[in-house]
């Protein structure tokens, strides 16, 4: 049967009082509407149509599906008037799934069950029961059978204690969709038109409404102020990491935790507070990973230990650190950084666009861009590769076995051979031969009899 997904997401969210629109804020490091396009597009629909209004351009542009067009509304004259700009795009049967684009956790198989319980036949709503249903449309029922739904701004004192609400999300027989919008009015106290009066001529017309209902009332919660979209983060985090824990993840404390893209994690591995995941961020097994760490894009092998304060950011490249590997605690591995088996990165040492192969050690204030680093080298505290020279980046090859000593810089490009030694304190622009030492610095000068001077008096 055919499937079109419309996701509204043309409002301007003044309550959130900032100049981003509203369902571009962030949850868990994806925009409200990104979140809610992912979710559309796991539904294999043959069309998903967005409807932009405010700022339509900024939104357009942000987002990114299969299958997706967009359709402006201008101006916004209510849920029914923003559907109706989607008519032209839709098909001529099958179903339309009606999503919103600031109610962002909603899950694919929530949204199957109402495609289930439409069935190209039938008007199905999806609705919850709320402890404080204030602002939502209320669910008018007789008997079991719904027979209407009444916005809150329109509804009675009897009809406000309802507790069970409409979340804006339903899904329609096109055909029928198409011919009931086309009859909405809008003599309400706010002059709109509803896509909720569509269900009292569902009613008339003898198509069966239902409801279907989700797992959880974090599927169904819009964000409409800083403070829902607060809660609402902390609640989809606390998800991901009960998930993560019956998995065998241990975290130290779940309401310190962040995952902000996917985290695939291996057995026995352990999280300390305040670790923050993005992208895409691999685990092995027996990894730990200290307090305070940020780690984006990257794929950490079995047991890796990163020290606390560990900023790993793999960018568009990725990194990676190989198993049995050291970090931290304070360092920095940027884009393109790839370490092999048994590598140390101390604090302080900040590695990019570099391979260390195994066994390598830089465990002190270093840096390396640039570099291919054979195995076991010692790269000493305090030596940097000058990578580059002010247009172009150069690239420093290290032989296995290399020592190079502290304070050392060792400008690109400049290849070290294997089991070179660099003595301390050098600057080295010239290749090492394999096997041998090699110093560049001044020659100290001791002066007799030189008197420090002194403060003046007064």
């Not at 096109?174 to 086309?182: E, I, N, Q, Y």
């Not at 984006?296 to 190989?322: C, E, L, Y």
């Not at 000493?380 to 810089?409: L, M």
Request: with cysteine; aromatic share 4%.
């Amino acid at each position: 049967m055919a499937l079109d997904i419309v996701i509204m997401a043309a409002g301007k969210g003044t309550r959130m009082k900032s100049s981003l629109p509203k369902v571009l804020h962030k949850l868990a490091g994806r925009s409200l509407l990104q979140h809610v396009l992912n979710t559309a597009t796991r539904l294999s629909a043959d069309r998903i149509i967005t409807i932009t209004g405010h700022e339509a351009e900024v939104v357009e542009a942000a987002v990114k599906a299969s299958n997706l067009r967009f359709v402006r509304q201008e101006p916004q004259l209510g849920t029914g008037h923003a559907v109706q700009q989607a008519v032209p795009s839709l098909q001529e049967s099958g179903t339309t799934l009606i999503l919103n684009g600031d109610v962002p956790l909603i899950t694919e198989r929530t949204a199957r069950a109402l495609i289930e319980a439409c069935g190209g036949t039938k008007l199905a709503l999806l609705t919850i029961d709320l402890a404080d249903p204030t602002g939502y449309g209320r669910i008018v029922r007789q008997g079991d059978s719904v027979r209407a739904i009444v916005e809150h701004k329109d509804a009675t004192a009897e009809q406000r204690q309802i507790r069970e609400i409409y979340t804006g999300m339903m899904a329609v027989p096109t055909a029928a969709l198409k011919r009931w919008l086309s009859n909405l009015k809008n003599d309400n106290v706010q002059g709109e038109y509803y896509l909720t009066d569509i269900v009292a001529m569902a009613v008339a017309d003898g198509t069966p409404v239902v409801a279907a209902q989700p797992l959880t009332e974090a599927e169904v919660l819009g964000v409409n102020s800083p403070v829902q979209l607060a809660d609402l983060e902390r609640r989809h985090q606390r998800a991901q990491a009960e998930h993560l824990m019956n998995d065998g993840v241990r975290l130290a404390d779940p309401a310190r935790f962040d995952l902000r893209g996917d985290l695939h994690c291996g057995t026995d591995v352990e999280i300390d507070i305040n670790c923050i995941f993005e992208g895409t961020v691999h685990l092995g097994s027996g990894t730990r990973i200290g307090a305070h760490c940020v780690i984006r894009n990257a794929r950490i092998a079995d047991n890796v230990t990163i020290h606390p304060f560990t900023h790993i950011d793999g960018d568009k490249d990725g990194a990676s650190v190989g198993a049995g590997s050291l970090i931290g605690p304070f360092a920095r591995l940027r884009p393109g950084a790839q370490l092999a088996e048994e590598v140390h990165i101390g604090n302080f040492v900040e590695v990019k666009n570099s391979t260390l192969a195994k066994g390598a050690k830089a465990n002190h204030l270093a840096y390396l861009g640039d570099a291919t680093v054979g195995e076991r080298v010692n790269y000493g505290a305090g030596s940097i590769t000058a990578n580059y020279d002010g247009a172009n980046k150069h690239r420093t090859v290290i032989g296995n076995d290399v020592h190079v000593g502290s304070n050392c810089v060792l400008v690109a490009p400049v290849t070290l051979g294997d089991g070179a030694t660099i003595g301390g304190g050098s600057t080295i622009s010239k290749p090492v031969p394999a096997g041998q030492l090699a110093v560049a610095r001044g020659k100290q000068t001791v002066i007799a009899g030189w008197v420090r001077p002194v403060k003046k008096k007064g």
